[in-house]
T-cell receptor, first 113, second 111 residues
């Protein structure tokens, strides 16, 4: 079974630029999560999708972050404009329906200069 | 106060030692408790999953949950250099499916 795929793996941008990350969850997983992991901290939830609907985006900085999950499969997370404090690893995870375990992708490491 | 507290380490032990990793939490609604292992530049990988209180064993790994003390532990027996990684505790309640993570403990097993 293929795992969660993410791209790109690394990205370096300057502040005020925009950036987008892509995630392909494990086939058949209904729930998709985006987490932000700042160096030395645990992952923090940004947004949770159930199929193509948003379940929880309470911690998403909506003035600059947006996310979508078209057709309930792939998802993209966008930051526009980026700030220095957005430097982090952005992790995508997915879980099957009615299961509590989450499976993580390798993450996208973002550096904002 | 953070919802989940975890000692960041680093914790350095010799090969073959028994390792004890711990987390405390403040939210009594948490019912599901997990331990993830994260190697450098990789995503977290699920190690152990426990519902409510009690112990669970899987090979060299044992997870314990004490809900009365709001304290969870992960024990690693016969530790190996390949166990060197950051260990994240994570937990959730029944309603919200997202996980609340600790900050992670970095473990180094010296050969």
């Amino acid at each position: 079974e293929a795992g969660v795929a993410q791209s790109p793996r690394y990205k370096i941008i300057e502040k005020r630029q925009s950036v987008a990350f892509w995630c392909n969850p494990i086939s058949g997983h209904a729930t998709l999560y985006w987490y932000q992991q700042i160096l030395g901290q645990g992952p923090k939830l940004l947004i949770q999708f159930q199929n193509n609907g948003v379940v929880d985006d309470s911690q998403l900085p909506k003035d600059r972050f947006s996310a979508e999950r078209l057709k309930g499969v792939d998802s993209t997370l966008k930051i526009q404009p980026a700030k220095l404090e957005d430097s982090a690893v952005y992790l995508c995870a997915s879980s099957p329906e009615l299961q509590e375990t989450q499976y993580f992708g390798p993450g996208t490491r973002l550096l904002v200069l | 106060q953070k919802e989940v507290e975890q000692d960041p380490g680093p914790l350095s032990v010799p090969e073959g030692a028994i390792v004890s990793l711990n987390c405390t939490y403040s939210n009594s609604a948490f019912q599901y408790f997990m331990w993830y292992r994260q190697y450098s530049r990789k995503g977290p990988e699920l190690l152990m999953y426990t519902y409510s209180s009690g112990n669970k064993e899987d090979g060299r790994f044992t997870a314990q949950v004490d809900k009365s003390s709001k304290y969870i532990s992960l024990f690693i027996r016969d530790s190996q250099p390949s166990d060197s990684a950051t260990y994240l505790c994570a937990m959730k309640n029944t309603g919200r499916r997202a996980l609340t993570f600790g900050s992670g403990t970095r473990l180094q097993v010296q050969p």
